[in-house]
């Protein structure tokens, strides 16, 4: 299973430089750290995330969200998915719940495509 995680650390100091909320603590590493962590735990390729994120969107769609992840879970009892793995991969994306996996699961953050160089 080829899985590519892509954690832009430039981004996050990015962000951190135009954070104006005192409160946030951006210089605590550990936090980056932990999300890492948690997405490489993602025990799926492209292909199977785009099929598991279709079938929640339209889950949560038709059903709305409960604030769980029944909806991921169903497809991962279908799918032959270890739960603790796609659980906690999901989690350093932002996926806590259903709902969550739709908004802010990017396939192509997860997996950004390669561009073939000009020359």
Known sequence: ???RISLDLDEIRARAAREEDDDVEWDDWQEVEDRWAD???LPLDRPRL????????TAVDAEGCDHGL???DAWA??????LDDLHRG????GGHCD??????V?????????RPSPN
């Open 77 to 82: 009892a279908r799918n032959g998915v270890p």
């Open 106 to 114: 990017d396939l192509d953050a997860v997996f950004p495509r390669v």
């Open 50 to 57: 785009e099929s598991l994120l279709g079938h929640v969107e």
């Open 39 to 41: 997405a490489v735990a």
């Open 70 to 72: 029944r909806a991921t």
């Open 90 to 93: 999901l989690r350093g994306y």
């Open 99 to 104: 709902c969550e996996v739709v908004l802010n």
């Open 1 to 3: 299973m080829d899985v």
